[in-house]
């Protein structure tokens, strides 16, 4: 069984920046100053002027070909699950159906008063930040630094890298806790790690059995076509 987990480097392609690197999110944005709870709750204002920049991005953003290589392995019965650290919803849309949201969906918004979630096109962000009809403020349901993981989410990821034979690491640096120690789990327990970076990580020198220095498009493509064969 494989199982791939994937990062803000596979929706680069799609024209999401990725945080880290040149020209990431977290080189114009301080993360302590926009991705903290505690900053969120300081100055909801000032972070969702960052969110709303970035929504635009994400509200034009469509699959590329790596989300619908993934959804074609997934299709051909070569991949169980995809465990994403993306919130951009873009492997659902090229046709993914088990993917577990690892930081959660920002199509969706959630009250800090009352818990009521609504979807992103029922919330007008004409005045920011925007409220409940508790008059709560919302913010994305995604996981902020200082927020724990969905427990649903981190146990189903959990249970796939216990199981799975092949784990994909796809776009990410697996730097950032608990989502990094996640190929160190499936490594436990004798999966082979197969690494798709255009950059080494740390992952390259450790723990990966196969490193492509790649786009994730590229990688996807031959190995479909491998497969083909």
Same mark, same amino acid.
Not at 69 to 80: I, K
């Given at each position: ?10 929706? /680069? %392609? ?19 100053? $926009?991705?903290?709870?505690? !900053? $969120? ?14 929504? @635009?991005?994400?509200?034009? !953003? ?6 619908? @290589? ?31 949201? $690892? ?6 918004? /959630? ?14 962000? %004409? ?9 709560? #403020?919302?913010?994305?349901? /995604? ?25 994909? #690491?796809? @776009?990410?640096?697996?730097?950032? !806790? ?7 789990? !499936? ?23 196969? /490193? ?15 497969? @083909?064969?």
């Amino acid at each position: 069984m494989a199982v791939a987990l994937t990062g803000a480097g596979l929706s /680069v %392609e799609s024209g999401i920046p990725a945080f880290r690197g040149n020209q990431g999110l977290w080189d114009r944005y301080d993360p302590l100053e $926009f991705a903290h709870i505690e !900053a $969120f709750r300081a100055d909801p204002q000032k972070v969702w002027k960052m969110l709303a920049e970035l929504g @635009g991005l994400v509200d034009r !953003a469509r699959p590329n070909p790596a989300h619908r @290589g993934l959804a074609r392995l997934e299709e051909l019965g070569y991949l169980r699950a995809i465990i994403t650290q993306n919130i951009d919803a873009l492997h659902q849309r090229a046709g993914s159906r088990e993917v577990i949201e $690892f930081h959660g969906n920002g199509q969706r918004l /959630v009250c800090l008063s009352c818990g009521r979630r609504y979807s992103q096109e029922a919330v007008v962000l %004409e005045t920011l930040p925007p409220r409940c009809s508790c008059q709560g #403020v919302l913010k994305p349901d /995604v996981v902020f630094f200082g927020e724990p993981i969905p427990p649903a989410a981190s146990e189903k990821a959990l249970a796939y890298c216990r199981q799975c034979d092949v784990l994909l #690491v796809i @776009g990410t640096s697996a730097l950032v !806790a608990p989502a990094s120690h996640l190929p160190l789990i !499936a490594k436990q327990q004798s999966a082979r790690i197969v690494e798709i970076n255009l950059e080494r990580t740390h992952l390259s020198d450790t723990i990966s059995d196969v /490193v492509l220095e790649t786009s994730a498009s590229q990688a996807l493509n031959d190995i479909l076509e491998h497969l @083909g064969r």
